[in-house]
């Protein structure tokens, strides 16, 4: 008779069938301490036995061997059947008894470790070897009967179901057991996406198909959104893109929404310099407010902070190389939310632990800015998807269109401009000088208005009696689109502006060119657009 009860799950019969064995010992020695039947497969069997722990095998439960090396050893209607039957439904109850079927009350399952072999850059084979049937079919099953069975796929809850047992004398509530049968179908459904994803980058190029899965893990609630009426939590994909989701955070206290979000912008941004030279940026509420390459990370971060000293205050520190000493007190002197760099010394380490509340990300690399890989946002009922925008000026066919051509000098800082630019929310516009930013536009609905915008950064434009003490003198300008009218070229002229790049492709270009070369200024064409909404 298969026997149930309505707020309560007897347990008397388990199935464990793990890959990682940590914690499993305890966990089944409870059960064994509670005299119940122990059903175990292959090597999960074999540990137990070996810890002293007596078990039933599952080919000796079903009759029916493992087969195909291991492929197939659960895939059996003794198992599923044992999993699925409803209690007291007399239609299950008579074809459980007239097949020899028993009750299964408890599965223990943790999946093979395809995430670990793919972010290890395993072969196509072994990552196919590593695709778990058996362990999702039998999640799903008990986890579809969660009133009757109970299911477990996170080592973190071994301890929540021992706690239940002793708290019901073998039984687990059912409110439990519904908690951690939603938890086994979010385990299921991100494991499957994770391989969805993965066998679709196998194809060589980017494809589009019915259906789109993305996935997290390690899910942390966060205090709250980006404002506090907001519930929110971080959860890290597949994706093994160096950044704030792999950073290891040596110090200060959590995170919120908005640092993660920030920290992001931040971080993708220093990336676009490399490790060669030392570079900064200071990043406001998703956008710039100060970058710069220097002599030295202590040089660059003094010169990405003159930018825009004010809005800096609160903000997030990026670097592209190991945080010295010299910089990491520089950088305490104005309140900081979160550095993120690929390393840092142990005497900065211990200058910035002073700072209690101060959050410290290490990398250990840069991300790449020319990697193939995935951008999305979510909308009302649905996602927008689109590749990365991994253009990156050194790789552009760049084309001066003015009559004068830009010096060394100006062409290394529109490199440098446009680099920047990439990272500013649309419509942008960059001022750089000598391998810094002195003025940055962010975000404006008219193009023409981010220009006088960034030439007025604190210092520039309206404060100074003479065109020479403006930041933007002589400066030049990076713009992430076109110019669609000529207006934007003659208020750059009017900042000091000297040289231009932008992306070209506006219907009045002849135009825009012949504004430049009435201002004597330098245009270059890049022919890429960097929007970012």
């Not at 915008?453 to 930041?471: D, M």
């Amino acid at each position: 008779m298969i026997q149930s009860d309505q707020h309560q799950i007897r347990i008397r019969r388990a199935l464990i069938s793990v890959y990682d064995k940590t914690g499993l010992v305890n966990l089944a020695s409870t059960l064994k301490n509670r005299d119940v039947d122990i059903l175990s497969t292959g090597g999960t069997a074999e540990f137990l036995k070996s810890s002293g722990i007596d078990v039933i095998d599952v080919a000796r439960h079903t009759g029916f061997p493992e087969i195909m090396g291991g492929r197939l050893k659960t895939l059996h209607p003794k198992v599923h059947g044992g999993l699925l039957a409803v209690r007291d439904d007399k239609e299950h109850e008579f074809d459980a008894e007239h097949h020899g079927i028993v009750p299964i009350d408890l599965v223990v399952v943790n999946l093979y470790p395809f995430e670990e072999k793919i972010s290890r850059g395993a072969n196509f084979e072994t990552c196919i070897e590593n695709i778990d049937i058996g362990g999702p079919a039998m999640i799903r099953s008990a986890a579809k009967n969660y009133t009757s069975v109970v299911v477990v796929v996170d080592i973190e809850d071994y301890d929540t179901v021992i706690d239940g047992l002793n708290e019901h004398n073998g039984a687990i509530s059912s409110e439990l057991s519904r908690y951690l049968a939603a938890k086994a179908y979010n385990r299921t459904a991100a494991y499957d996406a994770i391989i969805g994803s993965w066998f679709s980058s196998q194809l060589g190029s980017l494809r589009t198909f019915p259906y789109h899965t993305i996935s997290g893990q390690n899910g942390k609630e966060l205090r709250y959104g980006e404002n506090p009426h907001q519930w929110s939590a971080f959860y890290q994909t597949s994706e093994t893109r160096p950044g704030v989701a792999t950073a290891f955070k040596c110090q200060g206290k959590s995170l919120s929404y908005n640092n993660i979000n920030d920290t992001d912008v931040a971080f993708e941004l220093i990336s676009e310099f490399g490790a060669q030279t030392a570079a900064v940026a200071i990043v406001k509420h998703a956008n710039p407010c100060g970058v710069a390459t220097g002599i030295s990370l202590r040089d660059a971060y003094i010169r990405a902070l003159r930018c825009d000293p004010v809005s800096a205050f609160g903000g997030i520190v990026a670097l592209n190389q190991t945080i010295d000493e010299d910089s990491a007190n520089e950088i305490i002197k104005v309140f900081t939310e979160v550095i993120i760099a690929p390393d840092a010394s142990e005497g900065a380490k211990a200058i910035f632990s002073k700072k209690l509340n101060l959050r410290v990300l290490l990398t250990g690399l840069l991300a790449d800015p020319a990697e193939n890989s995935f951008t999305m946002k979510t909308l009302a009922s649905g996602l927008l998807l689109q590749s990365r925008d991994n253009a990156v000026v050194d790789q552009m066919n760049l084309k001066v269109v003015t009559k004068r051509k830009p010096t060394d000098k100006e062409m290394s800082d529109l490199k440098f401009a446009f680099r920047v630019v990439k990272h500013v929310k649309s419509n942008a516009i960059v001022y750089a000088k000598d391998g810094a930013t002195v003025g940055i536009g962010a975000g404006q609905m008219s193009r023409v208005a981010s220009v006088r915008i960034a030439a007025q950064n604190p210092g520039g434009i309206e404060q100074a009696i003479r065109l020479e003490n403006v930041p933007t003198y002589q400066s030049v300008l990076a713009s992430d689109a076109f110019f669609p009218f000529s207006d934007g070229i003659h208020a750059a002229a009017e900042a000091g502006v000297t040289a231009i790049i932008q992306p070209g492709g506006s219907i009045r270009d002849r135009d825009i060119i012949s504004a430049a070369n009435t201002n004597n200024m330098a245009m270059i064409f890049t022919g890429i657009r960097h929007f970012k909404h």
